[in-house]
Nanobody, 126 residues
Framework: QVHVEESGGGLVQSGGSLRLACATS????????VGWFRQAPGKEREVVSC??????TPDYADSVKGRFTVSREQNTVYLQMNSLKPEDTAIYYC?????????????????????WGQGTQVTVSS
């Protein structure tokens, strides 16, 4: 059975850093794109980043570009978050599609993903 679980969230001050981890099981992760999304209260879920199934090529939302870095190692995908801002406060989710994403631009679409973690809370205080 496919399982996805995020960890590493917490409370940090503005300018601080956190490293989130997305641990997966039940499939061969290297064949799948992995997406990071976040959702703040009252807002739609939005893409943060996605990493391709080959060459670990990442894509980033403009709001986090230059501050966040995604990497993949075996069955775990990491989201390194630096220079955190209060507007980064949200529940962060990782997600895996049920079928490989062949058109990489689709990685930014939440509807493309089938398996989601429970989310991990990131709170950035000013």
């Amino acid at each position: 059975q496919v399982h996805v679980e995020e960890s590493g969230g917490g409370l940090v001050q503005s300018g601080g850093s956190l490293r989130l981890a997305c641990a997966t099981s039940g499939f061969v992760l290297k064949y799948y794109t992995v997406g990071w999304f976040r959702q703040a209260p009252g807002k739609e879920r939005e893409v943060v980043s996605c990493i391709s199934s080959h060459d670990d090529t990442p894509d980033y939302a403009d709001s986090v570009k230059g501050r966040f870095t995604v990497s993949r190692e075996q069955n775990t995908v990491y989201l390194q978050m630096n220079s955190l801002k209060p507007e980064d406060t949200a529940i962060y989710y990782c997600a895996v599609p049920s079928t490989p994403i062949l058109v990489f631009s689709q990685c930014r679409q939440a509807t493309r993903y089938e398996y989601w973690g429970q989310g991990t809370q990131v709170t950035v205080s000013s």
